[in-house]
């Protein structure tokens, strides 16, 4: 089966307002098919209700569609229980729920939380932060200056103090892919627990989370063609059990009484208060239109963007593409030899070429490979080989320009 970007560019309404426009930014946030804002709008039209709280049909319906959405998730990632998906605002929060539940009950001075040297700022913070409130100590899995992994000083890093793994399973900001399943594998060995960050891989991948082992995975739906405010966190069953609650308030609680209270079971125990409804079943409406695409001509697709965008950029002088050529996520991380990566952003922009500059929330894998900062392109289902033609033409004309 093929697959055809110009079919799917048509499910997307943003792409009928701006013709002309390039979109090259989809590693920070994916456009949205039809089918996604028709799910939010058609809930809020028809089952608009709180959700677990109400004997009333119409509560029962938002309810029935909440939960639907946990079921997609869970088929989506092969979970082996809708009750190991917990709704959260993004990949952020869950990571923070993470850290601040499993973590301020299982760390305590001396335990060592191993972070690899790709991660986003938002699997590296939320562990110096519960690192210092625990006594738990954050270390870096290094990276060589050619943006590959220092496999052996992960190895050797694997001492019994270490209590946690965190990992991305695709770099946000050079597009390398780690090889979670081997590193997951060997910190099960030496007794450690494993989280994945695949915010850059679910639209792209297969992602199967029992297949990886992996203790923790998240996600965010935005990144995914689904609603902002809206992230996924899988995490197995007995490790949820064992987790305390990490906000309080209403539908996560058993009992409430002022001589004390008890919680409920996951994953409601972890979601305080009103969920993100609406979201998650735009969520699911996302993952059921990735789904019923042929992933493999997909992967291929994209694959053939960057081959087109890779041969095209060696062809442009004072161009140099960061990260190693080993498999990556369909993005590339580009530096000039003459001219700003914001310069260069903001004379696309005038092209209608829309792109990402800067750190990328990922300073301190930048500092390892001695770049101050860098420009991002980076492919969706709905880009098209003229999109890459259309890049490649402006940017060497803008280097031309800015010489």
């Known amino acids: 089966m093929s697959l055809n970007p110009l079919v799917l560019r048509a499910d997307f309404p943003l792409f009928d307002h701006y013709p002309d426009l ?43 569609a909440f939960e639907g959405a946990r079921n997609t998730v869970a088929r989506f990632l092969n979970a082996g229980s809708a009750d190991e998906i ?29 972070v690899s040297g790709y991660e986003h700022h938002a699997n590296i913070v939320p562990w110096q932060l519960i690192a210092a409130q625990t006594g738990a100590i954050v270390r870096a899995i290094p990276v060589f200056p050619d943006g590959t992994l220092d496999r052996t000083s992960f190895l050797s890093q694997l001492q019994p103090q270490v209590k946690l793994v965190a990992i991305t399973h695709a770099s946000n900001a050079i597009g390398t892919h780690l090889p ?82 008890t919680f409920a079971a996951p994953p409601g125990r972890f979601e305080a208060g009103t969920p993100p409804i ?13 789904s019923k695409l042929d992933r493999a001509a997909l992967k291929q697709h994209e694959a053939h963007l960057c081959a087109l965008l890779d041969a095209g950029l060696r062809k ?59 420009l991002r392109v980076s492919f969706a289902a709905y880009n098209t080989t003229a999109d890459v033609e259309r890049f490649l033409q402006a940017l060497a004309e803008t280097l031309e320009e800015l010489a």
Not at 96 to 104: D, E, F, H
Not at 230 to 256: F, N, R, S
């Open 316 to 374: 442009i002088p004072g161009v140099r593409v960061l990260g190693a050529t080993t498999e990556r996520a369909p993005l590339r991380s580009l530096i000039f030899d003459n001219a700003h990566p914001y310069d260069v952003a903001q004379f696309l922009d005038g092209r209608d070429i829309a792109v990402r500059v800067g750190k990328h929330c990922a300073e301190p894998l930048l500092d390892a490979l001695g770049v101050n900062g860098t």
């Open 22 to 64: 390039v979109y090259l930014d989809n590693a920070a946030t994916t456009q949205k098919p039809r089918q996604v804002l028709d799910a939010e709008r058609h809930f809020y039209e028809t089952a608009n209700a709180n959700v677990h709280r109400s004997s009333y049909r119409l509560s029962g319906l938002a309810t029935d």
């Open 278 to 290: 609406a979201q998650a079943v735009g969520l699911a409406a996302a993952l059921d239109w990735l």
């Open 180 to 261: 979670v399943l081997e590193l997951a594998a060997a910190a099960h060995v030496a007794g450690a627990r494993v989280l994945i960050d695949g915010a850059q891989a679910v639209a792209h991948e297969n992602v199967d989370v029992q297949a990886l082992g992996a203790d923790f995975y998240v996600f965010s739906g935005h990144k995914v063609y689904g609603p902002t405010g809206i992230g996924v966190l899988y995490g197995k069953a007995e490790l949820l059990a064992d987790m305390p609650p990490w906000q309080g308030g209403g539908d996560m609680i058993d009992k409430v009484s002022f001589a004390g209270t």
């Open 86 to 114: 917990i709704f959260t605002r993004g990949a952020t929060e869950a990571i923070n729920l993470v850290a601040n539940s499993w973590g301020s009950a299982n760390l305590k001075p001396g335990d060592e939380i191993l």
